[in-house]
């Protein structure tokens, strides 16, 4: 059949058939933990903007009988989303745009964000383009960018204990501790949420267990980074 997903507010998921458009009738129903104001369906699943209670997942392979699969928490309300291949892309008013892998619904993974200037009640997507509806902050276009850091070695790979001696950073710098007790120059990589390399530092290792590293961030924009 043909159906219509609806986000009801309060009243959840609604699920209509409309094979009939002048005798749409509702088939099935699924209660969501607050209000329900946007969804999109993919596949066999609807993916429902749950205000407080961020993203919800709901199995509508049986439109008679939904049930939820699986969550993922938001830090600001969930007003929208659309899904984009493998991703979920939520309007969270001020907690701008997630970007959710939702490849296995039962184990969701951030793996972007968009930090908008108002709030993100609104989102649509058209290739390779991002659309916001911001709030006081107007219409928002932010570009689609490849997801994830690749990995490649020419050499053997050799793992080391760090540790991250403040956080966030301060006064200009990121302070590690690395405990490796060998010499030589070693370099470290930033990246950013989308997997783009901004920088890269060098440091002489002095052969000292428990060396402190100081990089320096003084030309990086705020936000998050993994190094």
């Known amino acids: 059949g043909h159906y219509a997903y609806v986000a009801d507010d309060d009243e959840g998921l609604r699920i209509i058939d409309v094979s009939d458009p002048a005798n ?11 209000k329900a104001l946007g969804v999109a369906v993919s596949g066999q ?16 392979s049986d439109p008679t009988h939904p049930y939820e699969v699986g969550f993922f928490d938001t830090w600001g309300d969930a007003r929208s989303v659309v899904v984009v291949d493998s991703c979920a892309y939520i309007a969270a008013e001020r907690g701008g745009i997630y970007v959710i892998d939702i490849s296995d619904p039962s184990d969701l993974r951030q793996v972007g964000y968009y930090d908008t200037p108002g709030k993100a009640y609104g989102v649509a997507f058209v290739n390779p383009y991002i659309y916001v509806a911001d709030y006081y902050a107007g219409f928002q276009v932010y570009e689609k960018l490849p ?3 690749g990995e490649t070695a020419s050499g053997p790979v050799r793992s080391y204990r760090v ?7 301060q006064d200009g710098f990121i302070r590690l501790c690395l405990e490796i007790s060998s010499q030589g120059v070693v370099a470290f990589d930033l990246y950013n949420i989308a997997g783009q390399k901004v920088a890269t530092s060098r440091k002489l290792l002095s052969g000292s267990d428990g060396q402190e590293i ?3 961030t003084k030309n990086l924009a705020s936000g998050i980074y993994f190094l």
């Open 24 to 34: 749409p009738h509702e088939v099935g129903f699924c209660s969501t933990q607050d």
């Open 163 to 169: 540790r991250l001696l403040q956080n966030p950073v």
């Open 147 to 149: 997801i994830g850091i």
């Open 214 to 216: 100081k990089l320096p």
């Open 45 to 60: 699943y609807a993916y429902v903007a749950d205000e407080h209670e961020g993203l919800r997942i709901i199995d509508v």
